[in-house]
């Protein structure tokens, strides 16, 4: 598990107020909807303020580019990278 990885899974259970979920629950490579941890798109709306606040990227809610980022914590973790370099 990377610093960036933990740190992402911090900031989800935060955004969402995942009291009975901790980083080890949290698999890099599982779906964050609908399987894995049962997301939602009111979730994803959460977690997207949430990327803005912390990292300063914007994504489009009806992107299919913004739906491949949030799909795992491995995606949201490259969303991540990409953003940094620029």
């Known amino acids: 598990m990377s610093e960036l990885s933990i740190e992402l ?3 989800i259970i935060e955004a969402l107020d ?3 979920i901790s980083v080890d629950d949290i698999i890099d490579e599982e779906p964050l909807f609908v399987e894995g941890l049962g ?4 979730d994803a709306l959460e977690i997207g303020l ?9 994504l489009k809610s ?8 949030f799909s795992s ?12 370099v620029k």
């Open 39 to 42: 997301l939602d798109s009111i």
């Open 18 to 20: 995942l009291e009975d």
């Open 73 to 84: 914590i491995t995606a949201l973790e490259s969303l991540v990278e990409s953003q940094r």
């Open 9 to 11: 899974k911090h900031m």
């Open 50 to 58: 949430a990327l803005q606040k912390r990292y300063g990227i914007t």
């Open 62 to 69: 009806d992107s299919e580019d913004t739906r491949k980022h």
